[in-house]
């Protein structure tokens, strides 16, 4: 929904400047572009920051504060292998996914603006799009989630173990992992806009 009203959102304001210049048909490359290399991307990983992270956080800091991680660590079990790995594998698998639903709901939402504003039909705006977007585009935007993924995956259950044995405790260690999370996704969001420049990618 988020993203479906960003489009929106985004395509109304650039509609309007491009029907001042008559320059109606280039908000289909303006909102794909910018959708597919940086604002679906973007957009999910705050998203799963907020969301993700600080599930994780809550989830393994209540298990320690209720001792269940030191429950596995007498049965000689690791709690970083049992509660880290399955939740790192699944946010950097996932995340892609995640991101490309997000853009093709962003795209939705900028159709639905060109079709009502600039009497450009659906379908003519994803033809268009399937001819503008090129696949570097999509690669970059589709190549950095997996680690925005990884990163929200470490971050959350990081401060999880951090929680102290305090209730709480608990509530600190996932203000602190959102906040790490939407920082650190914003940071590598800039370090692969970098690289990309330098690759001309």
Same mark, same amino acid.
């Given at each position: 929904? *988020?993203?479906f009203?960003?489009?929106?959102?985004? &395509?109304?304001?650039?509609?309007?400047?491009?029907?001042?210049? +008559?320059?109606?048909?280039? !908000?289909?490359?303006?909102? &794909? !572009? @910018?959708?597919?290399?940086?604002?679906?991307? *973007?957009?999910?990983?705050?998203?799963?920051?907020?969301?993700?992270? @600080?599930?994780?956080?809550?989830?393994?800091?209540?298990?320690?504060? /209720?001792?269940?991680?030191d429950?596995?660590?007498?049965?000689g079990?690791?709690?970083?292998?049992?509660?880290?790995?399955?939740?790192?594998?699944?946010?950097?698998?996932?995340?892609? =996914?995640?991101? *490309?639903?997000?853009?093709?709901?962003?795209?939705? +939402?900028?159709?639905?603006? /060109?079709?009502?504003?600039l009497?450009i039909?659906?379908?003519?705006?994803?033809?268009?799009l399937?001819?503008?977007?090129?696949?570097?585009?999509?690669?970059?935007?589709?190549?950095?989630?997996?680690? =925005?993924? =990884?990163?929200?995956?470490?971050?959350?259950?990081?401060?999880? =173990?951090?929680t102290e044995?305090?209730?709480?405790? *608990? +509530?600190?260690?996932?203000?602190? @992992?959102?906040? @790490? /999370?939407?920082?650190?996704?914003?940071? !590598?969001?800039?370090?692969?806009?970098?690289?990309?420049?330098?690759?001309?990618?």
């Amino acid at each position: 929904m *988020l993203s479906f009203l960003i489009g929106i959102v985004i &395509g109304y304001q650039s509609a309007v400047q491009l029907k001042t210049f +008559g320059a109606n048909i280039y !908000i289909v490359n303006l909102i &794909g !572009i @910018s959708t597919f290399r940086e604002l679906a991307p *973007l957009i999910t990983g705050i998203i799963l920051a907020g969301r993700v992270s @600080s599930g994780y956080t809550a989830n393994i800091g209540l298990r320690k504060v /209720s001792e269940e991680v030191d429950a596995l660590k007498v049965l000689g079990l690791s709690p970083v292998v049992l509660l880290t790995l399955p939740r790192l594998i699944s946010a950097t698998f996932f995340t892609p =996914f995640l991101t *490309l639903f997000s853009a093709l709901t962003m795209l939705l +939402g900028g159709a639905l603006v /060109s079709d009502i504003i600039l009497d450009i039909n659906i379908r003519d705006f994803f033809f268009r799009l399937s001819e503008i977007v090129a696949n570097k585009h999509f690669l970059a935007g589709m190549i950095k989630t997996p680690f =925005f993924g =990884f990163y929200i995956a470490i971050i959350g259950t990081f401060y999880g =173990f951090m929680t102290e044995k305090r209730p709480e405790s *608990l +509530g600190y260690s996932v203000m602190k @992992s959102v906040v @790490s /999370s939407i920082a650190g996704i914003i940071l !590598i969001d800039a370090i692969f806009s970098i690289i990309f420049m330098w690759i001309k990618l």
